[in-house]
């Protein structure tokens, strides 16, 4: 029942829409069907499922807007969500930020849905656990993994003739393996639309490599450091690309509230604020990374380039921010795309006289909103290179780092690879600041 | 991008149908006026809850224990004169969990019905049978007495769901008013008001209904100087507590004055939100211009609404057993207070150092009457005269250090989530001498006073750590010396502790809190509370955070 296909889902939104008698009045139904399995200690430790589809319905009376959510779909309970909303809609205060529903909007075809992932059983899970902790087991380490898999729906209706449905998939899987005595940590992560191209022990295998490698770390001086971050150091763990990319809001810019907020006031569009090389786009028909083609207001999701060779292109900017500022609104993207080379992290590293491989940055927080800095650590694999060789694992170390600085610091980029749904190059970055040494493996 | 990161970019102001969506404040979206309407009769959850375990009995469990939650919230967003966002949810089902083969298994369910419960008490065993396969450690737990029907309640004085939505609405922007008149170009303010309806029965004899509240008043405002392009934001010092809507009644005994020469009231069991969101935009238009903070060593005296989040993090999170076993080793991460680091008798920190942990303080969000594995809730040391003494355990951890009595701190935060250790409130003890703030100061040659929660990051094994903080004030030669910007310290969690060198007394205790503290995976929040009173930390690293882009 979670997954509704397009037919089945517009039928009941349409007699949603046929209860309302509300001026303006939308409803959305989002479905999914998860599981997971999470191990720890070479044993799993939990195992899970959900099924859940909800219907919302937003109804308003000029600018006067109330929503009603329910989880069953019988004529007598779709009529009292709506009647729910409505009356709520008469309590609530009008909207200065007021805008009229959408109407009928063009999409492009989604492909964000595999079979194969829907198709994903528990024992599938359940072998994945199984080769991970196995291959483990065999090496004397041990495994601490979760994995995380979906098939999930979107339909979308109005009173104005918008109509909107699409589908997607995503399996997501982590793992850190540790050796026994706690002296070494390594770490591999990824995810995918199609279930197909996973492979739990070949992430294993990385993160068990990295583990045994990181024994008898070494204490290196914190400072200035020419460093190598893995994809997942930039964008796992609300990684600094993503927080780059969360900061790129019209809104908080004009305001004055951004580290894109101009002297004087006004918004820094069209400076180049980072290396040329550095372009990121969204891109929901990218085949690495397809995403959603509308967004939960219905806006249509498009190609757009949010850096291009290091200017900034484009800021998100909601409807009613863009009417007011005379802009063009912004659907919200569902990935980032950012542009790189054809280097491997190997052929970044050989290119390496002196500097610092990086895994993982972990619990990443901001520090100065106006300079976008952030502070974190690094964990699960750091080590130290030389003359193009890692020579020794180096003790993890305490960052403290501006994107913006980071991205014109701009030594090398790499081959992009999937990371949370986005294309994330690696990046060799020259003066990242390390500001003091941690202890923990 | 995911949901969160959606919220994170648009500063709560949600369009459309994207609804606010906080871990923990799910549900359907109802009418406030739901929200007063009765649960289940108490004795339709027990012949409920005897469905679930006499299925899961006879299905082959050795345990069974099945809760059944109410979980009502109800959270409310403004912005300067506007309300952006008012949403009251309830969510209502059932999950149940047994012991078969050693192993444990779950299933929820929302059918809340006799046959529901029966057939998710079914699919517990046949889960938990199906992991006993791979299964290495069966699972032992710590003897627990039945403790019959009982029931518990928060002992709060004006349940918050009574008050009209139209009140607090009121409050909220009569907040941002203040601030605004203040000089604020920004103010943003929201309200979270929690209950939660648990009923807990085990085959162990246990029959708990408890009723449980929470809230938390929260505001941001922002002073901006166009010239400069500066902005600097001041967050509310207000905490989440374990109260109801009494907390936001501002009662003169609740105020305790900060160091001669802030202005800085403290908050104890009320917050005056319109007070401190007029002093919230003063101070926010002198950070503009406030001194920028010389890197060095600096003896701090930390507010207890600032050292909370220390405590929380380089205390609190080490000693949850869990972590310590390397159950979290893939995602909160692992301990540096292994039970080898434990036997080897080091110190934690210097001898004025005693932390314990509680599931009773009053006001705290911790507090409740049993966990959701029925264990009665106690107070234990953590740290005693700076030394560990003892972890944060639940009922099939005991053993693993040879203890045979859970501490009482399982927690899950839905009905269709699995309990797990969760942290207990987590309090330093105030200094048995008198000793006030001012006093403090007055021994304090170079120092900075921090109050209110900050950045924050420590690292996995919860070594090494950063804080910055709401506001900062010089201390020279035993004084308030003007206000500073740009601090955060950095420190190692042993180091740290090992530097307290004076604690205030008992007047100035009070509690700080965590709403949404994140652990696990799938993730679970839970809230809890800090106690301490204001203390004094000596030598320790400042680093100066200003940049230039």
């Not at chain 1, 599938?124 to 004397?140: E, H, M, P, V, Y």
């Not at chain 1, 400076?271 to 207001?297: H, T």
């Not at chain 1, 590293?349 to 990443?364: E, N, P, Q």
């Amino acid at each position: 029942m979670a997954i509704l296909s397009k037919d089945e889902a517009q039928a009941i939104l349409k007699k949603v829409l046929g209860f309302s008698k509300a001026d303006e009045c939308q409803a959305s139904l989002n479905g999914r069907t998860t599981g997971n399995v999470r191990y720890a200690r070479n044993s799993v430790s939990t195992a899970g499922a959900t099924d859940n589809v909800s219907l919302a319905v937003e109804a308003r009376f000029g600018k006067r807007a109330g929503i009603a959510t329910a989880n069953e779909f019988d004529d007598a309970t779709l009529r009292r969500c709506v009647q729910r909303a409505e009356e709520i809609a008469r309590l609530a205060p009008e909207d200065p930020e007021y805008m009229p529903l959408l109407g009928p909007q063009q999409y492009l075809t989604p492909t964000a849905y595999a079979a194969s992932t829907a198709a994903i059983t528990p024992d599938f899970r359940a072998q994945a656990a199984g080769d991970s902790i196995a291959l483990c087991t065999a090496k004397n380490l041990t495994a601490a993994g979760y994995l995380e898999d979906g098939t999930y729906f979107q339909a979308l209706r109005n009173n104005k003739g918008l109509e909107a449905y699409q589908q997607s998939t995503n399996v997501d899987f982590s793992i850190t393996v540790r050796t026994p005595d706690g002296t070494g940590s390594g770490y591999a992560t990824a995810d995918y639309t199609d279930a197909a191209k996973f492979s739990a022990k070949n992430l294993t295998q990385i993160a068990a490599d990295k583990a045994a490698g990181s024994r008898n770390a070494k204490a290196l001086e914190p400072g200035k450091y020419t460093v190598i971050l893995e994809p997942a150091a930039l964008a796992s763990d609300e990684g600094l690309l993503n927080n780059l990319m969360y900061s790129l809001g019209a809104r908080e810019a004009d305001e004055g509230r951004s580290f894109l907020s101009k002297k004087g006031g006004g918004n820094r569009k069209g400076e180049k604020l980072f290396d040329e090389r550095v372009s990121i786009y969204s891109d929901p028909l990218n085949a690495e990374v397809p995403s959603g083609v509308f967004d939960g207001e219905g806006l249509p999701v498009k190609r757009m380039a949010w850096i291009e060779k290091g200017k900034v292109s484009n800021l998100y900017t909601s409807r009613y921010w863009a009417q007011k500022t005379g802009q063009q609104p912004t659907a919200f993207p569902g990935n980032w795309i950012m542009e790189g080379g054809t280097q491997s992290v190997q052929d970044l590293i050989k290119s390496t006289a002196k500097g610092i491989l990086v895994t993982r940055l972990w619990y990443i927080r901001d520090v100065d909103p106006q300079t976008l800095l952030y502070t974190g650590l690094t964990r699960d694999g750091t080590f130290y290179i030389e003359n193009g060789q890692i020579k020794f694992p180096v003790k993890n170390f305490r960052f403290n780092e501006s994107p913006v600085i980071m991205l014109n610091n701009l030594e090398a980029i790499g081959r992009p690879v999937r990371i949370g749904g986005n294309l994330v190059p690696p990046l060799k970055i020259r003066d990242f600041t390390f500001t003091s040494l941690s202890d923990a493996v | 991008m995911k949901r969160r990161d959606f919220v994170g970019l648009t500063g709560l102001a949600t369009g459309a149908l994207w609804l606010p969506s906080f871990p923990g404040f799910s549900g359907t979206l109802v009418d406030p006026a739901r929200l007063l309407e009765p649960g289940l009769d108490v004795a339709v959850k027990k012949r409920l809850a005897d469905a679930a375990l006499n299925t899961a009995k006879a299905a082959g469990a050795t345990y069974a224990d099945v809760r059944i939650g109410r979980y009502l919230n109800q959270s409310v967003f403004t912005r300067e004169k506007q309300v952006q966002n008012i949403a009251s949810g309830e969510s209502f089902g059932a999950g149940v969990r047994v012991l078969a083969n050693g192993t444990w298994g779950f299933a929820s369910t929302n059918t809340v019905t006799e046959a529901g419960l029966a057939k998710a008490a079914q699919l517990a065993v046949q889960i938990a049978k199906a992991n006993s396969k791979v299964q290495k450690e069966p699972v032992k737990l710590a003897p627990q007495k039945g403790q019959g029907v009982v029931s518990w309640k928060t002992p709060i004085k004006v349940n918050a769901f009574e008050v009209p939505v139209k009140d607090k609405v009121e409050l909220l922007l009569a907040a941002n008013a203040a601030a605004l008149d203040n000089g604020a170009s920004f103010v943003n303010s929201a309200l979270f008001q929690v209950n939660e309806q648990k009923y807990f029965a085990s085959t162990d004899g246990s029959y708990i209904d408890q009723d449980v509240h929470r809230i938390w008043p929260n505001f941001s405002v922002t002073a901006i100087d166009r010239a400069s392009g500066k902005f600097r934001s001041r967050d509310a010092l207000s905490a989440p507590m374990g109260m109801g809507y009494e907390y936001l009644q501002p009662k003169a005994e609740d105020k305790i004055a900060g160091p001669t020469g802030t202005g800085l009231i403290g908050y104890r069991n009320s917050f005056d939100m319109l007070a401190d969101a007029a002093l919230a935009a003063q101070q926010a238009k002198q950070k503009l211009t406030a001194k920028s903070v010389t890197a060095g060593k600096y003896d701090l005296v930390l507010d207890p609404n600032h050292l909370g989040l220390t405590i929380h993090e380089s205390v609190g999170h080490p000693t949850e057993l869990d972590r310590v076993l390397g159950y979290e080793a893939n995602y909160a991460g692992t301990s540096f207070a292994t039970l080898d680091w434990k036997a080897k008798g080091q110190p934690y920190g210097s001898k004025l150092v005693n932390i314990v942990a509680d599931k009773l303080q009053a006001n705290s969000l911790g507090a409740v009457g049993y966990d959701d594995e029925g264990v009665p809730t106690k107070e234990w040391n953590i740290i005693k005269d700076g030394k560990l003494v003892d972890y944060q355990k639940i009922r099939d951890q005991a053993h693993i250090v040879n203890q045979n009595e859970s501490d009482g701190c399982c927690y899950a935060d839905s009905w269709s989530s699995v309990q797990f250790q969760r942290m207990p409130n987590i309090s330093l003890k105030p200094g048995t001498a008198k000793l006030s703030v001012d006093d403090m100061i007055k021994g304090v040659d170079k120092g900075i006073y921090i109050a209110g929660r900050g950045s924050f990051s420590i690292d996995q094994q919860r070594y090494n750590s950063q804080f910055g903080g709401q506001v900062f004030y010089a201390i020279e030669k035993g004084k308030i010396a003007g206000m500073l910007e740009d601090v955060a310290y950095q420190t190692n969690t042993l180091e740290f502790w090992g530097s307290c060198a004076a604690i205030c007394d008992a007047s100035d205790y009070r509690l700080f809190g965590s709403f949404f503290d994140g652990k696990g995976q799938p993730p679970q929040v839970s809230a809890v509370s800090h106690g301490s009173a204001t203390t004094r930390f000596n030598a320790v690293n400042v680093i100066n955070t200003a940049r230039k882009i």
